[in-house]
């Protein structure tokens, strides 16, 4: 197909760094169709998602970061609001330049930006939606933004994401749920516990090796599961707790020092391994017995799919998209948040029950497999993109395609 009559597609990105939702984006541009779609991206130069970005031969140029947070105070209200006009009107220029078919928002900043950005042009924008939004005022106008702008459609990361991001808006018809999924490719079946991963703990192939992996701050309820082990670290002395992760936002980096302090004073400092960031987690999931997600909100829960397309079983809490995934007692197990007791009394079942991790992960795998693959999630995807402009070719909001693209960041 010719380069002319692709669909240019514009991915918004508020931040430069990579957590969850920016994981997904390059799984998406790793996976679009390259044939019938062309993309570009545009996000902050600092941070690691810029050059990601560049090493898939995808054009990206710059826009300002958006230093932008819930807060309750007026001076930081009128700070946000600056920071966001400011690069709505960047990116508007942008959009004057590349005239993308679709514009793909990829958290709720960027739709925002991107809907401010594009008001009065037509252009069709998606948020793609994969946080909660808290109770605050705020949301409610972030609502109400998303609700009235004629050409803005919502893709939400769960059913559960997409209720909370609706609120009392009646906009079921611009909501859409996208399960997320994976290149299940990267995530291989282990045949056996992988030792390599253990001997660089200094953990024997006897222990029980529970891992929690991602992004670490409080929302993952890494502490109490560290006072979970604690409180049946004499009962089961075999039990060890690799953390995998890093903090993304500088605000998280006293929750870590409280985790290091925790392991300390609860006397499990040989116990509770801290490996940090791992580029690829394969090997922990390959080494693990147990995974272990005990977030007090979880829009979706991406390693969920790593672990059970690895052979790994689950424990979650019953929270946020999770119960989309995880149905409890068949492909996984299900706790309720901020309950250290059953979360502890459930690591001390299953660290005793080999033959029931064993059931549970294949019927996980199975689960793995025919619901969350990189091809079911980029075909739905896909499809979203034509039909957004179909709709929006009817309309008589057609884009120009130009000939170049100006301005480029690789």
Not at 258 to 280: C, I, K, P, Q, Y
Not at 290 to 312: K, Q, R, Y
Not at 322 to 333: C, F, K, L, N, S
């Amino acid at each position: 197909m010719s380069a002319f009559n692709k669909s240019r597609i514009l991915y918004v990105n508020h931040t430069g760094l990579v957590s969850g939702g920016e994981k997904v984006l390059l799984e998406i541009l790793r996976g679009l169709d390259r044939d019938r779609f062309e993309p570009i991206v545009t996000c902050p130069a600092q941070g690691e998602l810029a050059d990601q970005v560049a090493r898939l031969k995808v054009d990206w140029f710059p826009m300002p970061a958006v230093r932008a947070r819930f807060s309750w105070r007026p001076d930081h209200a009128v700070l946000a609001c600056s920071a966001v006009f400011k690069t709505a009107a960047a990116l508007r220029r942008q959009i004057a330049i590349a005239s993308p078919a679709l514009i793909h928002a990829n958290s709720v900043r960027a739709g925002i930006i991107a809907t401010l950005a594009a008001t009065g042009i037509g252009t069709p924008v998606i948020w793609h939606v994969h946080d909660t939004l808290p109770n605050h005022p705020v949301s409610s106008a972030i609502r109400a933004l998303a609700f009235l702008a004629r050409n803005t459609r919502i893709i939400a990361v769960s059913q559960s994401t997409a209720r909370r991001f609706q609120g009392r808006f009646p906009m079921s018809a611009k909501v859409r749920t996208i399960h997320n999924g994976i290149d299940l490719s990267r995530f291989p079946v282990k045949q056996a516990i992988d030792s390599q991963f253990r001997q660089g703990l200094g953990i024997s192939p006897n222990d029980f090796l529970v891992c929690a992996i991602g992004q670490i701050c409080a929302r993952k309820g890494l502490l109490e599961l560290i006072e979970a082990l604690a409180r049946i670290a004499h009962r089961a002395p075999q039990i060890h707790l690799a953390i995998v992760g890093k903090v993304v936002f500088p605000h998280e980096a006293a929750y870590l020092r409280s985790l290091h302090a925790a392991a300390v004073n609860l006397r499990l400092t040989g116990r509770v391994h801290f490996t940090g960031e791992l580029s690829d987690v394969s090997p922990v999931l390959r080494a693990a017995n147990l995974l272990v997600l005990n977030s007090h909100d979880e829009p979706f829960g991406l390693v969920l799919i790593e672990a059970m397309a690895s052979g790994t079983p689950v424990l979650a809490t019953r929270v946020g998209g999770i119960p989309e995934i995880v149905t409890d007692a068949e492909d996984g197990w299900l706790v309720e948040k901020a309950d250290t007791s059953a979360l502890a009394s459930k690591l001390i079942e299953l660290s005793e029950g080999e033959d029931q991790l064993a059931q549970v992960a294949r019927r996980a795998l199975r689960t793995a497999l025919l619901r969350f693959s990189a091809e079911r999630f980029q075909k739905e995807l896909e499809q979203f993109y034509t039909t957004l402009e179909s709709r929006a070719n009817r309309n008589g909001s057609a884009h120009k395609h130009p000939a170049l693209l100006s301005s480029t960041g690789n």
